[in-house]
């Protein structure tokens, strides 16, 4: 289905949301209620054509429906996360932990279970978009304070860190997390500590949750160099980065 766009809007800035949900009722009241606050609003039923509209267009936010009929909403949500670190909001039926879990891991911001009130959604998109526009990630400028001779060159302003050289593709909170590390290389964080710098609401997440961006973070960094693991894990406590090269 062809995304419904909401008329041209008035000269003043207005945040675009893409709602990806294949309910009918629901995403008639999703859309009917972010219009009503001023949002300009896109919409589709399917994960595919959600994907090449984000990668397209500039969102100020998603919110996606995990139950698609073309393609798990966590599949979708893990795709975006490759090219783009809009905020999004999960919809779902399934409100077990195990769920939110898997959703937060993967790079949502948020979650809401059905049924929930469009006032209650209005509200989380209002938060989210406002948290995303004020959110600076952890103040480190290039590799100031760390070891001189150090592979990792973070540009704050760009979100972009490299390491040897070479971009890497990170998600929002796997830069927030091995910026911290870079930014003190040799100092132990605790899965606690590491949260607080890399989750807006940590108390929203869970300390395994920092186990799997580390596992992720690994991974990326050894496609650039194979013979390195410069992040050191402390059985118990968390983790630091090497300070020796």
Partial sequence: MNPKCMPEASA?????????EDEPSIRDSIVYALESEGYAVDWTASGVEALELAEADGYALVVLDVGLPDRNGFDVCRDLRGFSQVPVIFLTARASEIDRVVGLEIGADDYVTKPFSPRELTARVRANIRRAQLSVPVAVSGTEGGATDSPFVIDVDRWELR???EVLS???????????LVEKPGRVYTRAQLMDVAWEEPEASMERTVDTHIKSLRAKLKQVRPEFDPIRTHRGIGY??????
């Fill in 12 to 20: 003043k800035q207005v945040s675009r949301i893409l709602v990806v």
């Fill in 163 to 165: 390491y040897f050289g």
């Fill in 170 to 180: 990170l998600a929002r909170y796997e830069f927030r997390l091995l910026a911290a």
């Fill in 240 to 245: 630091s980065l090497k300070e020796d090269w």
